[in-house]
Structure formats: structure tokens, C-alpha cells
């Protein structure tokens, strides 16, 4: 099996199908990282398929300080990042033009999460987090970096990424202490 390295040196070099193995060998963690971020939705396919498409527009760019998955990690966040932002935008500008509705998404407190999939519940409980929250709570806790390995990603202090940590599982706690 070949390295992450020799593949992008193949990859520089034209080789289509080293590509493919760095992506079909990335793939699910990248996907997952944006899922975190996001929920399933048609955009987290779309920001899924355009970290690889980053990527290989910045192959000449990438040295090997940091691992391709961190690499392609702060992509997937930094891409993520956008879109919540491009929501949120969205969001705001949809409500301006209905007066009757807010300019935020509202999370649905009436559905009974005793019958919600516990994956579900939690996925609506991160959907609650601001973004800088989110993202560490998806780094630290469902792709299990390291705090360095999650301040690096998100440059940031590592003393900023543990509090923003704490207070985001305090604020889950409360959340889904609510819903149980």
C-alpha cells in the first residue's frame, strides 16, 4: 500500500488514479467531518466533494508539515465554516422578506425524542451550537483529534479550543437534558 505522500507525488504528476486512492481513503472521514457540521443534507455532499475538489487545485501547495487528514480536515471545516455563514445569510434575508417567521433556523422542541434515534438527537443538539462551538465538538469528539491536532486545524489557541469545549458540552448537557 502506498503512502499518503507517494500518492500525492503521483497525483502532482497527473496520475488520476493515485488521486482516487487518496480520496476513496480519505473519503469517509472528510464526510463525516462535514456531516458533523452540517447534518445530512445535499449541501454536505456538495462541501464533501468540494474539499477533494480544493485539494487538488492546491496539490503543488500541500508540503508535508501536517497529515494529509488534518490537511483536508481544515479544509472540510474551513468549506463548512462557509456555509453555515452562506445560511445564515440566507436565513436572515428569507425572514426579512416574510415578517411572520424568524430569520433563524428554530430548533423543532415539539417532536418526542424518545422515539428520535439517539444519533438524530444529538445531531439536532449540535445543530443548536454556534459554529465555533460545533466545530470543535465535531474535531475533538466524533473525529477524535487531540486538542493541539484540533488548535491547529482551527488555528487557535489550545487554552481557547478546551474552554470552548467545556462550554459547548455544558450547553449539549442542558440541551438534551431538556429533550430527555
Known amino acids: 500500500m502506498q503512502s499518503d505522500i507517494e500518492l500525492i507525488a503521483l497525483s502532482r504528476k497527473g496520475n488520476m488514479l493515485a488521486f482516487r ?11 463525516s467531518t462535514v456531516i458533523g457540521m452540517l447534518g445530512e443534507t445535499p449541501e454536505a455532499d456538495d462541501v464533501s466533494q468540494e474539499v477533494f475538489i480544493r485539494f487538488y487545485k492546491a496539490l503543488g501547495n500541500f508540503r508535508d508539515e501536517a ?31 416574510k415578517n411572520d417567521s424568524p430569520a433563524y433556523e428554530m ?31 465535531v474535531l475533538r469528539l466524533i473525529d477524535g483529534y487531540s486538542v493541539k491536532e484540533t488548535a491547529e486545524i482551527l488555528n487557535l489557541p489550545e487554552g481557547t479550543v478546551a474552554s470552548r469545549l467545556a462550554r459547548a458540552q ?11
Do not use: C
Open 21 to 31: 486512492q487518496l480520496v476513496e481513503r480519505h473519503e469517509v472521514q472528510v464526510r
Open 67 to 97: 497529515a494529509l487528514s488534518t490537511y483536508l480536515t481544515r479544509i472540510a471545516i474551513n468549506l463548512s465554516l462557509n456555509e453555515l455563514k452562506k445560511r445564515k445569510r440566507k436565513n436572515t434575508w428569507l425572514g426579512s422578506l
Open 107 to 137: 430548533v423543532d422542541e415539539s417532536e418526542d425524542p424518545g422515539r428520535a434515534d439517539m444519533k438524530d438527537l444529538l445531531r439536532k443538539a449540535l445543530k443548536t451550537l454556534d459554529a465555533d462551538f460545533r466545530a470543535v465538538v
Open 170 to 180: 455544558n450547553k449539549l448537557k442542558t440541551i438534551l437534558s431538556k429533550w430527555m
